[in-house]
């Protein structure tokens, strides 16, 4: 397990731009953040919580859902130990609460929930028409 605090998050208009971030805190285990597949999650009022973007354990690969495929721009600093989420063309469905993961896997299609061990308490995003 790694420690994760998002932030970043608050209220744009529609067609905005908003970057969140992500900390992680060196696992308990000892396994370094690099050792990691990250990832972004969303969960909106009454829905399930859906994937946003996963990205590999060195930033070469990136996967996106094809709701923000094109606006929205994952990556990492390893030296810092942080992720982040650059959202752009903001449109009132991304309205979410948002949340950074974490998963001991290789591969960066992995989208569902339960595979990632590791979660930040989120951070609320608001998009006004």
């Known amino acids: 397990q790694v420690q994760l605090v998002e932030s970043g998050g608050g209220l744009v208009q529609g067609g905005g731009s908003l970057r969140l971030f992500c900390a992680a805190s060196r696992a308990a285990s000892g396994r370094t953040f690099s050792s990691y597949v990250m990832g972004w999650f969303r969960q909106a009022p009454g829905k399930e919580r859906e994937f946003v973007a996963t990205i590999s354990w060195n930033g070469d690969r990136t996967y996106y859902a094809d709701s923000v495929k094109g606006r929205f721009t994952i990556s990492r600093d390893n030296a810092k130990n942080t992720v982040s989420l650059q959202m752009s063309s903001l449109k009132p469905e991304d309205t979410a609460v948002y949340y950074c993961?974490?998963?001991?896997?290789?591969?960066?299609?992995?989208?569902?929930?339960?595979?990632?061990?590791?979660w930040g308490q989120g951070t609320q995003v608001t998009v006004s028409s």
């Open positions: 993961a974490a998963g001991r896997f290789y591969a960066i299609t992995v989208t569902s929930p339960d595979e990632f061990g590791s």
